[in-house]
């Protein structure tokens, strides 16, 4: 989509809201949540960052098994977005499993449509375990079925990652 259209849209989300008498907040957020979902890809969303010093998913993993945590920057490519407004995403690590990148205070979203493409994320990623619960939210937000989320009966231990900046970067 392009720059005007998404103007257009933006205007169009004010003046609708605008005229059911709503205060500016409401109005604000409803903008900032159209432009988050509707984000152009590729792009940078959270905090700037610069593409020095990426490590790689493997490398990422070792310090978190030893040290508990990595503070940094890494790449990889996005599998999975949150398909109501884009407030997480996953991505394959090189030992067979999937990491979960959230948002530090849910201060930003990627477009809802950006699974496959390559990013860097810089942030600080920790090995947690994952209660059932919040495990059946995040597979209700990615749209499985109902029957695939009454079959999560377990917490998961994992690397989660809380990202302040995302670049998401153009398909090769």
């Not at 008498?21 to 152009?40: A, K, P, W």
């Not at 593409?51 to 990422?60: D, F, I, K, R």
């Not at 948002?103 to 209660?131: C, N, R, W």
Request: proline letters at 3%.
């Amino acid at each position: 989509m392009n720059n005007t259209r998404l103007v257009i849209i933006v205007l169009g989300l004010v003046l609708s809201t605008a005229c059911q008498n709503q205060n500016s907040e409401n109005i604000l957020e409803d903008v900032e949540e159209t432009l988050s979902s509707t984000g152009t890809i590729p792009g940078k969303y959270g905090a700037e960052l610069d593409l020095l010093g990426v490590v790689s998913p493997a490398e990422m993993i070792a310090i978190v098994e030893k040290e508990g945590n990595f503070e940094g920057k890494i790449s990889g490519e996005i599998k999975e977005v949150c398909t109501k407004k884009g407030c997480w995403l996953t991505m394959d690590l090189p030992n067979g499993k999937s990491m979960r990148v959230t948002f530090k205070d849910y201060g930003f979203f990627v477009p809802t449509t950006s699974q496959g493409y390559p990013i860097v994320l810089e942030g600080e990623a920790i090995m947690t375990e994952t209660d059932v619960d919040t495990q059946r939210h995040y597979a209700e937000d990615g749209g499985m079925s109902k029957e695939e989320v009454a079959k999560i009966t377990e917490s998961k231990r994992e690397i989660t990652f809380e990202a302040v900046g995302v670049v998401i970067k153009e398909k090769a």
